[in-house]
């Protein structure tokens, strides 16, 4: 199965701007940032999208959250609040099948999204 896009980035064979990275997800900046801060993390694991999560990755959906979190204080947004975003399938806006967290800070966000 040929490698996804943020696999390349995880292999440097595409160059990321990368913030965090274990044995289990990596994090780097979002070429095309919504916010002020705006970053993505994934697990190494190609899952496509939550949609597709099965019951055995379970300790790496929650590695995600746990990091996610971990990477959020490290960019210095959790004094004023960020958002995390999993956009699942084409309503919600998703564009690269594997599944991937926004981390999103560095100004006010309303709610609903649009
Ligand atoms: P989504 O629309 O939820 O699938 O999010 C995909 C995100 O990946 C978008 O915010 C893109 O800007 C971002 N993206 C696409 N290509 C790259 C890349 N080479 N490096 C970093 N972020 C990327």
Redesign the pocket.
């Known amino acids: 199965m040929s490698k996804t896009?943020f696999q390349k980035?995880a292999d440097r064979e595409?160059t990321?701007?990368i913030v965090y990275e274990d044995d289990l997800v990596i994090a780097?900046?979002?070429?095309?940032p919504?916010a002020p801060m705006?970053a993505?993390i994934v697990p190494r694991k190609p899952i496509p999208r939550i949609n597709e999560a099965a019951a055995d990755d379970q300790a790496v959906l929650g590695h995600l959250l746990l990091k996610a979190a971990h990477v959020a204080r490290q960019l210095g947004l959790d004094k004023d609040g960020y958002r995390l975003?999993?956009?699942n399938g084409a309503y919600?806006?998703?564009?690269?099948?594997h599944l991937?967290v926004?981390i999103l800070g560095g100004r006010a966000m309303s709610w609903p999204p649009g």
């Open positions: 896009l980035i595409i990321g701007d780097f900046r979002d070429i095309r919504a705006h993505l975003v999993i956009n919600a806006g998703e564009t690269v099948p991937h926004h």
